[in-house]
T-cell receptor, first 115, second 112 residues
Framework: DQQVKQNSPSLSVQEGRISILNCDYT??????FLWYKKYPAEGPTFLIS?????DKNEDGRFTVFLNKSAKHLSLHIVPSQPGDSAVYFC??????????????FGKGTKLSVKP | EAGVVQSPRYKIIEKKQPVAFWCNPI?????LYWYRQNLGQGPELLIR????????DSQLPKDRFSAERLKGVDSTLKIQPAELGDSAVYLC??????????FGQGTRLTVV
């Protein structure tokens, strides 16, 4: 049973527009959420994260929104650039006993930003 | 600062042969992970180390997989014997007591 779900395998957006990538989770014990970006033949690169005590975290063009009641988070990229074209993974973690837990990943969404 | 280093980048072996992957984490990172990523899927944890102790190996297929992290720094993941279904990308990651893990480039294993 998937605990972290990214229901859109792919997304295509025009350069300059907003990209919105969605992620749902089922485990209420998750309290930290992360987004990773992955280019072909490379490892995932950490992008942005959010703690469950917040509902928004912003870093430049990237903003992550968390809706705990809906168990849903989203990543907004504004404005989208062709270099943003990659696979984006949502990941969740639970903090147990003061140390970080394991990251549980979704299957990823492939973003294509067209010039 | 150097990132997580993995070797080899690519490996092709015949089934039933052994294979080993090596990982050097970011300096100072106590936590080291090995993940496996199958095509079209997200990374899945195989084992997590805190220093030299394996604190979670529940997803490691222990009949054929083994791992070690001597002296709490470098780590090696071994498969013996390899099966066709082991073809995947093996990712190593490390972190410094925060949830943010930093990944290496991975080793793409093909078992033929």
């Amino acid at each position: 049973d998937q605990q972290v779900k990214q229901n859109s395998p792919s997304l295509s957006v025009q350069e300059g527009r907003i990209s919105i990538l969605n992620c749902d989770y089922t485990n209420s014990m998750f309290d930290y959420f992360l987004w990773y970006k992955k280019y072909p033949a490379e490892g995932p690169t950490f992008l942005i994260s959010i703690s469950s005590i917040k509902d928004k975290n912003e870093d430049g063009r990237f903003t992550v929104f968390l809706n705990k009641s809906a168990k849903h988070l989203s990543l907004h990229i504004v404005p989208s650039q062709p270099g943003d074209s990659a696979v984006y993974f949502c990941a969740a973690s639970g903090v147990y006993g003061g140390s970080q837990g394991n990251l549980i990943f979704g299957k990823g969404t492939k973003l294509s930003v067209k010039p | 600062e150097a990132g997580v280093v993995q070797s080899p980048r690519y490996k092709i072996i015949e089934k039933k042969q052994p294979v080993a992957f090596w990982c050097n984490p970011i300096s100072g990172h106590n936590t080291l992970y090995w993940y496996r990523q199958n095509l079209g899927q997200g990374p899945e944890l195989l084992i997590r180390y805190e220093n030299e102790e394996a604190v979670d190996d529940s997803q490691l297929p222990k009949d054929r997989f083994s791992a070690e992290r001597l002296k709490g720094v470098d780590s090696t993941l071994k498969i013996q014997p390899a099966e066709l279904g082991d073809s995947a990308v093996y990712l190593c990651a490390s972190s410094a007591r925060t949830p943010e893990a930093f990944f290496g480039q991975g080793t793409r294993l093909t078992v033929v």
